[in-house]
């Protein structure tokens, strides 16, 4: 049995090379691209990889199902352009796949880190990127998990060596752009929703204590604790867009003309 990686890619050059490395003893490597402005076409062909476009957008998931699809294996690795895989997980997967296997699908965990360090708080952040390709869809919506016929196993968090190695480490002025481009995105899934006041209160309170009491991010000093304030921010910001989008606009007028 052979596998595809499927790596989506938007001016990826920073780390690719190192990703490309990791994943070079699978069957095939798919590479969609966004019409990235910087080296990164020119890397992946380096690595013989199979090249294919997409239009741009902000996130990266309108490109998905066009990107699963391009590849030629019946059983797909979805890796993003700034994580690792081990080659633990890879003999996992090769494994899985040899033997006897019903399942459909893999959750695997992803170590995440920031600041230098990896956080506790954030894991085992499972991600569902190992599937058969057929059947699968991928809503376009930020966040959004791949549906899939037939069950789906999940790898132990305890396995840490099967974890993906989420490279990037941003500075904090580009996760805070991130994340406003994020939950503008957030805004098409949650259409219709309502957040009362009382969700707005625990939500990212909840957020918070999850990842730095529950999860053990306090023990990540204050990489931790930062991690956990954005994350209840990402929760803030999202409902509060949604508020904000409820607001009709005539009111707004009215009140700026008093």
């Given at each position: 049995?052979?596998?595809?990686?499927?790596?989506?890619?938007?001016?990826?050059?920073?780390?690719?090379?190192?990703?490309?490395?990791?994943?070079?003893?699978?069957?095939?490597?798919?590479?969609?691209?966004?019409?990235?402005?910087?080296?990164?076409?020119?890397?992946?062909?380096?690595?013989?990889?199979?090249?294919?476009?997409?239009?741009?957008?902000?996130?990266?998931?309108?490109?998905?199902?066009?990107?699963?699809?391009?590849?030629?294996?019946?059983?797909?690795?979805?890796?993003?352009?700034?994580?690792?895989?081990?080659p633990a997980l890879r003999d996992y997967l090769y494994k899985c796949i040899e033997e006897p296997f019903s399942a459909s699908g893999i959750f695997i965990p992803r170590k995440n880190y920031r600041m230098g360090r990896f956080m506790h708080g954030a894991y085992p952040d499972y991600v569902l990127r190992f599937f058969r390709r057929a059947g699968v869809y991928w809503s376009p919506e930020i966040h959004s998990v791949p549906r899939i016929e037939g069950e789906i196993i999940t790898i132990p968090a305890k396995r840490k060596d099967l974890a993906f190695i989420h490279l990037v480490n941003n500075p904090l002025e580009l996760e805070i752009r991130k994340t406003n481009i994020y939950t503008d995105d957030e805004l098409k899934k949650r259409k219709g929703q309502k957040f009362s006041y009382c969700k707005m209160i625990y939500a990212p309170a909840f957020r918070f204590l999850k990842s730095f009491i529950f999860k053990g991010g306090f023990r990540d000093g204050k990489a931790g604790l930062v991690n956990a304030k954005l994350n209840a921010f990402y929760k803030f910001l999202t409902i509060a867009k949604v508020w904000e989008q409820e607001v009709d606009p005539d009111k707004i007028d009215k009140e700026l003309k008093k």
């Open positions: 049995m052979k596998i595809s990686v499927v790596i989506n890619t938007y001016n990826a050059e920073q780390f690719l090379r190192r990703v490309l490395e990791s994943v070079k003893g699978f069957d095939e490597i798919v590479v969609c691209d966004m019409h990235s402005t910087d080296s990164t076409v020119e890397i992946a062909e380096e690595y013989n990889c199979k090249v294919v476009y997409f239009e741009k957008h902000n996130v990266v998931e309108p490109a998905r199902n066009f990107a699963i699809q391009s590849a030629s294996y019946e059983w797909v690795l979805v890796v993003d352009a700034d994580e690792l895989v081990t």
